[in-house]
Every structure is written in C-alpha cells, then in structure tokens.
C-alpha cells in the first residue's frame, strides 16, 4: 500500500510540473494519505515542481521587462503563467481529494512533507506557503472540499507570493553584485595605492641608500687623499734633511781652516800675536805662540814658526775630514 501510494503521488506531482494532470488520476488519489505515505518521497518530487514553478515565474517576469521595453513588438506573457496555474491546480487538488478533503489531515502532512531535509532555503519557505495557502482555501465541509475545491484561489496567491518573492530576491542579487563589484574596485585601487605606496617607499631607500654609499666613498676620497697628501710631505721632509746632512757635517773644519788662514794673513812681521789653538779629531791640541816682544832680527825664527802653524793646520784639517 505505502509504495503504491508514494508511486500515485509522484505521478500526480510529476504530470503536475509538466502542465497538468488527468481527472481520473486525481479521484484515485483518493485516501491515500495516511501514516503509509512517505513525505521525503513526496518531498524529493516536490523539488522538482517548485523549480518549474519558479522557471516559470522568472520566464514572466522577463517576458514583461522586454515588453515594457519593446512595446511596438506586442510580446504575449501569459502562456508562463497560465503553465504555473494548470501545474499549481493539479498538485492542490491532488493533495485534497487524496486527504478526503479534510483539512487537518492536510495541514499535519504538509508540514511533514515541509520538514523533510530535500526542501532547504526558498525551496521550503515555498513549500510552507503553498501548505499555507491550501489549508487557507479548504473550509470545514470535508465534502465540500472534495467536489467543490477551487484551486484557482491557491495557486493565484502563490503565484503572487513567488512573483514577489524572486523579484525582491533579484533586486538582493543585483545590490550583491553591485556591492560585489563595488568592493572589488576598492579592493583593486586599494591594492594599486598600496603597490604604489611600496614602490615609492623602495624608490625613496633605494635613493637614500646610494646617496649613503656616494657620501662614504667621498669620505673615504678625502681621508686618501689626505694620507697621500702627509705621505708626500714626509718623503719631501725626509729627502730635505738627507740633502742638508753632508754639509752640516763638513761645515766646522772649513770655518776653522777659514779663520786660521785670515789670521795667519793679517799677522805683520815682528808684531805680537794671540795664542792660535787647533784641534783635530783624531790628534792631540797643537799650540803654536808667537812672542809678543820678537825683534826684526827673529823674523827668520817667526816665519819658521809661522810654517810649523800652518802645517798643523793642514794636520787638523785633514784630520776633521
């Protein structure tokens, strides 16, 4: 019996998304729902006609935006809606003619079908209005239900509640992508700043980095510079003290022979003198003294001791050197 009547109502439920359903099979649904009717079966087919449902409603609603702008083309939209009305009636009708028209029995296995895990999202917010809608149309005259159903009164409510429901989901979707987009350009010109940012602060080190290094290598120039500069000032200094050297070191025996031959030159015959003293380096003092009171008769012995002077002068000097 459960797979009998879980096959029934698939088969209404799935000639109801294809447009509609014949009446016999509508009548022979008749008591079939009962505790052997599985929900998530009815549940997992429901899937399918909500989204022809919703197929249908969005083909409306864009067949009236071109119309709205094309006018002069005369685009008729009513076929969409007219397809939603015939699968809509078919599934309602099925519902209450297999509940015997009793509407607590549909109330309680609509909001088990409702609850079943398959209907997520808008799919069960679909659901529960649908539910919602038959049980508004059904009265309390189970018979009456059942002969005299008018589905017209559900389905033109769903039809409006699922219009109006995908066109404020289509606006949310649209103010999505514009946010969406809107937040990719942020994020695109912040990104571009940024990189910006990092290449004129590398730029600005790379900058700072070479005026660094050209001030330390003229720095270290001038400090090389200045080195070669001492360097040469002492080589010059020490190339002047070896040039002076030699003729400092000669300069006591010439004075020495100097001033011996200008007094030996300027001492007249027979006149006194001033004792004359020589050193050598390398001899002992000679002392040559020649009498202050020497007649003109000793003139021969002063002249031969006037040549004994000079030749110890020669001595000293020769020595010296």
Same mark, same amino acid.
């Given at each position: 019996?459960r797979?009998s009547s879980?096959?029934?109502?698939a088969?209404?439920?799935?000639a109801?998304?294809?447009?509609? &359903?014949s009446a016999a099979?509508?009548?022979?649904?008749?008591?079939f729902?009962?505790?052997?009717?599985?929900p998530?079966?009815?549940?997992?087919?429901?899937?399918?006609?909500?989204?022809?449902?919703?197929?249908q409603?969005?083909?409306?609603a864009?067949c009236n &935006?071109t119309?709205a702008?094309?006018?002069?083309?005369?685009?008729?939209?009513?076929?969409?809606?007219?397809a939603?009305t015939?699968?809509?009636?078919?599934?309602?009708?099925?519902?209450?003619?297999a509940s015997?028209?009793?509407r607590a029995v549909v109330?309680?296995y609509?909001?088990d079908?409702?609850s079943?895990?398959?209907?997520e999202?808008?799919?069960?917010a679909?659901?529960?209005s649908f539910a919602?809608g038959l049980?508004?149309a059904?009265?309390?005259? &189970?018979?009456?239900?059942?002969?005299?159903?008018?589905?017209?009164?559900?389905?033109?409510?769903?039809w409006?509640?699922?219009a109006l429901?995908?066109h404020?989901?289509?606006?949310?979707e649209?103010q999505?992508r514009?946010?969406?987009?809107?937040?990719?350009r942020?994020?695109?010109?912040?990104?571009?700043?940024?990189?910006?940012?990092e290449?004129?602060?590398?730029a600005?080190?790379?900058?700072?980095?070479e005026?660094a290094a &050209?001030e330390k290598?003229?720095?270290?120039?001038e400090v090389?510079?200045a080195?070669?500069?001492k360097e040469?000032q002492?080589?010059?200094?020490?190339?002047?003290?070896?040039a002076t050297?030699?003729?400092m070191?000669?300069s006591?025996?010439?004075?020495?022979a100097?001033?011996?031959?200008?007094?030996?030159?300027s001492?007249?015959?027979?006149?006194?003198?001033?004792?004359v003293?020589?050193?050598?380096?390398n001899?002992?003092?000679?002392?040559?003294?020649?009498?202050?009171?020497?007649?003109a008769?000793?003139?021969?012995?002063g002249n031969?001791?006037?040549?004994?002077?000079?030749?110890a002068l020669?001595?000293?000097?020769?020595?010296?050197?």
């Amino acid at each position: 019996m459960r797979h009998s009547s879980d096959t029934m109502l698939a088969a209404v439920l799935a000639a109801a998304a294809a447009g509609g &359903a014949s009446a016999a099979q509508l009548f022979r649904l008749r008591g079939f729902l009962s505790v052997n009717m599985r929900p998530d079966v009815v549940a997992q087919t429901l899937v399918h006609v909500e989204n022809e449902w919703l197929s249908q409603v969005n083909s409306f609603a864009e067949c009236n &935006a071109t119309a709205a702008a094309a006018p002069e083309e005369g685009l008729d939209c009513s076929s969409a809606q007219r397809a939603f009305t015939n699968s809509c009636g078919t599934v309602a009708a099925s519902v209450v003619h297999a509940s015997s028209g009793d509407r607590a029995v549909v109330a309680e296995y609509m909001s088990d079908v409702c609850s079943q895990p398959v209907l997520e999202g808008r799919q069960r917010a679909y659901c529960q209005s649908f539910a919602e809608g038959l049980t508004g149309a059904m009265t309390a005259d &189970a018979y009456n239900n059942r002969e005299h159903f008018d589905t017209s009164a559900v389905c033109d409510g769903l039809w409006m509640r699922l219009a109006l429901s995908e066109h404020a989901r289509g606006i949310e979707e649209a103010q999505r992508r514009v946010q969406e987009e809107a937040a990719a350009r942020a994020a695109a010109a912040a990104k571009a700043k940024a990189e910006e940012e990092e290449a004129a602060a590398k730029a600005k080190a790379d900058a700072e980095a070479e005026a660094a290094a &050209a001030e330390k290598e003229k720095a270290e120039a001038e400090v090389a510079a200045a080195a070669a500069q001492k360097e040469a000032q002492q080589k010059k200094e020490t190339a002047e003290g070896a040039a002076t050297a030699p003729s400092m070191a000669t300069s006591p025996a010439s004075t020495l022979a100097a001033g011996s031959a200008e007094a030996e030159a300027s001492a007249p015959s027979g006149a006194s003198t001033a004792p004359v003293q020589l050193i050598g380096a390398n001899s002992t003092a000679a002392k040559q003294t020649v009498p202050a009171n020497a007649s003109a008769g000793d003139s021969s012995s002063g002249n031969a001791n006037a040549t004994q002077a000079s030749s110890a002068l020669v001595n000293a000097t020769g020595s010296a050197k």
